[in-house]
Every structure is written in C-alpha cells, then in structure tokens.
C-alpha cells in the first residue's frame, strides 16, 4: 500500500556485541605467608576458568601489621601450620621450602620481630609496582614461587631472573618506586582488607564479599556463578 512505511531490515550479523567488563577480584596477599604462596596457583586457575581481573593488594605480613597476634598461640598452632601447609603443597603438587632467607627478619637474641624489616618491605614494594605495571598475579606467581623454594633468593641472581620471566626488569621496577606513595598504598591496603572484613590472607574480596584462606577458593567461584559471570572454560 502507498501509505505503508518501508523500515530497513536489520541484519542481525550486524549487530556489534556489547563488550563486558571483566568481574574484578581483590586479592590481599603477603610475602611471608605460605598460605597466600600457595593460593596463587589455583587463583591462576580460578582466572583461567572465569572472566575474572585479579587486582593484587600486597600488605605487610601480619607478624608487622598485628604482632600480638602470635602471643596468644600456643606450640600446637604452629606445629599444625608446618603440617597443614606440607600437606597442601604436597596434595596440590606445589614445591614449598622455608624461605632463604626469611623475609621478616627476626631478633635473635629476644625472638621478637625487627623494627627494620628491608626484605619484606623491598619484595612489597616491588609487587605493587608489578601490579601498576600489570603483572600483579604473574610476580606473585613466580618471585613467591622462588621465595619459598628454599632456595637463597637474594643470590646468584635469582630474583632478577624471576622477574625476567614475566617481562619486566628488577632494576627499572625499583628506579620506578616511590617509596613514601608505595608504602603508604601497602598500608591502605591493609586498611581496605579490614574495611572488607578480614585481617589475615590470603583474603579475596568479591563485591564487597570477604573469602578469607586459599580453602576458600571453591567458594568464590561458587559465588562468580552466582552472580552470573561468565566462564571462559
């Protein structure tokens, strides 16, 4: 008919896809936790099996953050800690060593925490500056992977080949850090992981929602289907 209006057909091929935004995932982390070492691996997984963005929140262990923490624990704490983390590292296939050396530095005439701590403060501050650079989670993986390889990190030139692997350079990452800003974001992060809930890690914060131990991984990707998002896997 004369008076009918001739709309264009749509291909429907034509249509652009909207772009989603990966679901982001904080993930506070510390360098002398065995527990957040040997998250890192099944986080990976978690990454790979979800569209997911893990953002690194590096803190200070918590022997620095709340020494006290550790008066209240008798023998039988630590003693199950050694047993339990050989025991997920060997159940997961993980290599795990104490660190050499360890990277809270400890007095050994009265067995307190050190009130000057380099090591742990220079791995922090070389994280956070890995994530700005977006490599958070692939430093994690592979200077955790070496710290707690028992082998002596500090030497024959391991910490610089561990960070090669992931394509950065330990000289131009420490020419790049502030060193007031960067601490003073490592002490946010502490501030934001209890705001979220929890003081220890590795704690991963999901929407607001604290999952606070490497155990608590399955419960995460539990709560991503519940929400919907979508798997890559």
């Known amino acids: 008919m004369g008076n009918e209006l001739n709309f264009p057909k749509l ?3 034509s249509k652009k896809k909207e772009k989603t935004l990966p679901t982001n995932i904080d993930l506070y982390w510390s360098f002398r936790s065995p527990y957040s070492y040997l998250a890192v691996k099944p986080t990976l ?3 790979a099996a979800w569209d997911v963005e893990i953002n690194v929140k590096i803190v200070l262990p918590l022997a620095l953050r709340q020494p006290e923490f550790f008066d209240s624990r ?8 050694f047993r339990d983390i050989v025991r997920i590292a060997e159940m997961t296939e993980q290599r795990l060593s104490m660190p050499q050396p360890d990277p809270v530095i400890t007095d050994p005439e009265t067995g307190t925490f050190a009130k000057d701590q ?4 220079r791995l922090s501050r070389l994280g956070v500056t890995a994530g700005a ?3 958070g989670i692939e430093f994690l993986d592979e200077v955790g992977r070496l710290v707690w390889s028992g082998a002596k990190w500090l030497e024959d030139g391991r910490l610089d080949q561990a960070i090669g692997r992931i ?3 330990l000289e131009d990452l420490e020419a790049g850090i502030d060193t007031a800003k960067t601490d003073a974001l490592i002490d946010q992060h502490d501030k934001d992981l209890r705001a979220a809930g929890h003081w220890g890690v590795p704690t991963f914060v999901l929407a607001g929602e604290p ?3 490497q155990d608590r991984i399955d419960a995460l990707a539990w709560r991503l289907g519940k929400m919907g998002v979508k ?3």
């Open 11 to 13: 291909n429907p091929a």
């Open 45 to 47: 997984a978690l990454r």
């Open 74 to 81: 008798g023998p039988e704490w630590m003693g199950y800690l």
């Open 118 to 121: 380099p090591l742990v403060r």
């Open 133 to 135: 650079a977006g490599k």
């Open 167 to 169: 394509g950065l350079d």
């Open 211 to 213: 999952f606070f131990g």
């Open 231 to 233: 798997r890559r896997q």
